[in-house]
């Protein structure tokens, strides 16, 4: 027994070294401030875009122990430094984060206090805010009280979440898959189609709807051919829209596409990730009219919100084709089972092991309040039009006028085969890296594409981006001279 013991005290004395001493750990938030008020003084002066290739010899794993100043200069240097900066205002090309600094706060926090996030029992406090949450999102939609939710890791787990739901309501299996069909549009997100793989609806028929001028669904064609679908014997069972296209901006007709889901019973999802919140600015609430009609829909707070990525959020109004998807028992959790009116969040999503991801949210909106986030709507969306009539200045063609702050441009060639010239000038804009453009093709044609919705982003922001277009557009024209 003495030898027992001894050896448990010669290795507490090793394993004590990751449960540091209040002295340790000040020593370590000493240093992490120094390095977090140091980014925050320079993000603005980095570039938004930076080519290259990290070292992998300073962050592969060793055996032996580094110093922390060590860490964090790497760190700095080889992730921070490199590739797209996101919490930069000059992130312009995809949908930005921000990074709200209360929000790290929060995630710092429930680290901290490693709060389990995924059953009521273990955490009412922490399940509680989560739900509350998704309370707060309900009202904003207009959804009943009585839909449920869950904060995801993102847009991609969210529509996962109400695409399975909309497959087991509708008993979209077997011989079925073949004969039912989903309306999508052709700017419909990416994950819809990898979220219908994954849960065993690749087979489906996937009917591509047509757009109008603005890219928005058209109703008319919509209805057309969910008739002619059902004249064919075909299951319609869904039609998605989307509340901020990721390409354009645009917001379908929701209204028009509930009522026509209504009539022919069809599930209707909306994806809202991008584009959802902004319903809480009066300039734009009167495009969400119909978003309540919706039978489960996604946002993302990590876009909207500007909170750091890693929390999406999904609403769903009918509980019991959610729980048949999601909510089991174990015997090892039979602790858990209760009859609380709380609702667990392991049991309306595939996590069950969850992070208490709901604090980063939480906390910045108890800090703040409202007013500052619906400033930053309001401002964004001035910002757009202001980096539009910037591009009109300097000869540039723009994509129809978005419904938010997505929006695309072109330079027009006669001499050089257009989409051959704009690529070249996306290469300058790029290497120059000073704010960061994406590109995506619209009908074949390719075209830059801005997206401003960081909190960093600013008029400065903007006078820059059109100082290194400007630049970078005549270093192209030299380039084909």
């Not at 998605?240 to 917001?251: E, F, L, N, P, R």
């Not at 009918?318 to 009116?341: C, P, R, W």
């Not at 557009?473 to 001279?481: G, P, R, V």
Request: hydrophobic content about 40%.
């Amino acid at each position: 027994m003495d030898s027992l013991i001894t050896q448990i005290e010669d290795l507490q004395k090793i394993s004590q070294e990751l449960n540091p001493s209040v002295e340790e750990r000040e020593q370590i938030n000493i240093q992490i401030q120094q390095f977090v008020n140091n980014f925050f003084k320079n993000i603005e002066n980095y570039p938004a875009y930076v080519e290259g290739n990290p070292d992998i010899k300073k962050l592969s794993i060793q055996k032996n122990k580094k110093d922390l100043a060590e860490l964090l200069t790497n760190f700095n240097s080889e992730v921070v430094l490199k590739g797209i900066k996101p919490a930069s205002g000059k992130h312009l090309g995809y949908v930005p984060g921000g990074g709200i600094y209360t929000a790290a706060i929060g995630d710092f926090l429930a680290s901290v206090t490693n709060e389990y996030a995924g059953m009521y029992y273990a955490s009412p406090g922490a399940v509680t805010i989560e739900n509350e949450l998704l309370n707060w999102m309900k009202s904003i939609f207009d959804f009943p009280k009585t839909a449920v939710g869950n904060l995801t890791s993102g847009g991609s787990i969210a529509n996962l979440i109400a695409l399975t739901a909309a497959r087991d309501k509708h008993q979209i299996k077997n011989e079925k898959i073949t004969k039912s069909v989903l309306y999508l549009s052709p700017q419909a997100h990416h994950c819809i189609r990898k979220a219908l793989r994954i849960i065993g609806l690749e087979d489906i028929k996937i009917s591509i709807l047509e757009l109008d001028e603005f890219s928005k669904i058209n109703t008319v064609k919509l209805e057309e051919k969910v008739q002619d679908d059902i004249q064919k014997g075909l299951n319609p069972f869904m039609i998605i829209a989307t509340a901020g296209t990721t390409d354009t901006g645009a917001i379908d007709p929701l209204a028009a596409i509930g009522k026509i889901a209504k009539k022919n019973n069809l599930w209707y999802h909306i994806d809202g990730a991008y584009g959802g919140f902004f319903i809480l600015s009066e300039k734009r609430k009167h495009l969400f009219k119909g978003i309540e009609l919706a039978d489960s829909l996604v946002i993302d707070p990590h876009k909207g919100l500007f909170l750091p990525y890693g929390i999406g959020a999904v609403l769903i109004k009918d509980k019991e084709a959610v729980f048949h998807s999601h909510h089991y028992t174990a015997d090892y959790m039979q602790d858990a089972i209760s009859t609380d009116l709380q609702i667990n969040p392991s049991d309306v999503s595939p996590e069950l092991t969850k992070h208490f991801r709901g604090l980063r949210m939480w906390l910045p909106l108890q800090i703040h309040g409202l007013e500052p986030f619906k400033a930053s709507f309001d401002e964004k969306l001035l910002l757009t039009e202001y980096f539009r009539n910037k591009l009109t200045e300097l000869g540039f063609e723009l994509g129809p006028q978005p419904d938010l702050t997505i929006s695309y441009f072109w330079y027009p060639s006669k001499e050089i085969d257009e989409n051959v010239f704009n690529e070249k000038l996306v290469a300058f804009i790029h290497k120059n890296g000073d704010v960061f453009l994406s590109t995506t093709k619209i009908n074949g044609k390719f075209v830059i594409r801005i997206a401003i919705l960081s909190i960093r982003t600013k008029k400065a922001t903007i006078d820059t981006a059109i100082t290194m277009i400007q630049k970078c557009l005549i270093q192209t024209k030299e380039a084909f001279l």
